[in-house]
């Protein structure tokens, strides 16, 4: 049984009087209390110092001590425990009475009252039939030719044919327009580029390889009709330097064009396929009351800053914007695929080449553009055709 706090001071004054060693550890078990409660109520009588100077060696005063403080840690550390428990129980008590509060709405499924009318866009450009890129030349990062040329212009056509199969699950598509943006050959603008193939020749294999896309797509696309609008690039020119006056009139690409246009205005698909040929820099088309303005991009000045060509594009359009407003640009020229919100600029069918890695241009796989026109959402649905 405990003894009561004047038996623990009796004892101590006793052990003080006849000098009787006794630790404080040993006193508090000797009346069955603890260590801080002992020394408490010996502190409160004035008796502790006389009975640890008298009773205790040094060192067994360093120990208690060493107890004592980490006892009082403990301690506080409990309480802080206790506070951090009774703050989560209230958090959890908080959150429980909050979720039994929350109601979780339901989405109802609005059931299609039919598909909405959208036309498909589909770019092509910068394809350079008859130019050559060796694979060791540029680290084996890419290789052309004209069988490859063939394969992948194949591949375009198909995979347009897809594109516009998939987006038919929302959409009803019947009207595609493509836009012929330029340099389907890389003609003979730069010393360096007269192969063994000619522009004449090459306007014949891009000859080719357009009436059997369009075929493919006039035959299997389901289409009301095709819109082909036709832009020139610079690589297509027949003069050495650039001419604004008919500039449209000296490109192999508008013999393409022209061919094109003859040769189905004299088919049994001649009602489904229609052509804007280029007259100016600028070819345009009307779409859902929006204006597309096409043209190559060689019209764009821009010399290689951070910003890419966004900044000067930009600029290009605002001033454009000034004389004939567009809502949409569509471009190419630049061999890499950028789309803001009111220009697409395409990706190329030749890919990267010793040119863009001499002038230290952004690495691109072949790529080509489609996308949807919506009556209400604008350009929506953008692919890029890998190639």
């Not at 900044?311 to 569509?330: F, M, V, Y």
């Not at 241009?361 to 996308?371: K, L, V």
Request: aromatic residues 10%; glycine residues 6%; contains cysteine.
């Amino acid at each position: 049984m405990k003894i009561n706090k004047q038996e623990i001071i009796d004892k101590a004054k006793l052990a003080i009087k006849n000098q009787t060693p006794m630790s404080m550890r040993a006193l508090s078990r000797a009346v069955g209390r603890s260590d801080v409660f002992v020394s408490d109520i010996l502190r409160e009588a004035g008796l502790k110092a006389d009975f640890l100077s008298i009773t205790q060696h040094p060192k067994d005063v360093v120990v208690e001590r060493e107890v004592e403080s980490k006892i009082r840690r403990d301690y506080k550390a409990s309480l802080d425990t206790i506070k951090e428990l009774r703050n989560e129980i209230s958090v959890r008590g908080f959150l429980s009475e909050i979720s039994a509060k929350i109601i979780v709405p339901t989405i109802d499924i609005v059931q299609d009252k039919g598909k909405k009318e959208a036309t498909a866009v589909v770019m092509a450009s910068d394809w350079h039939f008859e130019e050559e890129v060796r694979a060791a030349s540029i680290d084996n990062l890419n290789e052309f030719n004209i069988d490859i040329a063939r394969k992948r212009a194949s591949t375009f056509f198909e995979r347009t044919l897809k594109l516009i199969t998939i987006c038919r699950r929302d959409s009803n598509i019947k009207t595609l327009i493509v836009a012929a943006l330029g340099d389907f050959i890389a003609g003979w603008i730069h010393e360096e580029l007269i192969t063994s193939t000619t522009p004449p020749e090459a306007l014949v294999l891009v000859f080719e390889q357009w009436l059997s896309g369009l075929n493919l797509w006039l035959d299997n696309a389901d289409l009301d009709e095709i819109i082909f609008i036709g832009s020139c690039g610079n690589h297509g020119r027949i003069t050495k330097k650039p001419h604004y006056k008919k500039s449209q009139e000296k490109n192999y690409e508008w013999l393409i064009y022209q061919f094109l246009a003859k040769w189905y205005a004299n088919s049994k698909q001649k009602t489904r396929i229609r052509f804007i040929l280029p007259k100016g820099y600028f070819n345009w088309a009307t779409v859902y009351n929006r204006k597309l303005r096409l043209h190559h991009g060689d019209g764009i000045r821009y010399l290689g800053g951070v910003g890419g060509i966004h900044i000067p594009l930009r600029k290009a359009i605002a001033q454009w914007n000034k004389a004939q407003h567009a809502d949409l640009d569509l471009l190419g020229h630049w061999h890499s695929r950028q789309i803001g919100q009111d220009y697409v600029v395409n990706g190329s069918l030749i890919g990267y080449n010793e040119y863009a890695e001499r002038i230290k241009a952004d690495f691109e796989h072949p790529i080509q553009c489609f996308f949807i026109l919506h009556p209400e959402y604008d350009k929506t649905a953008e692919f890029s055709i890998r190639l």
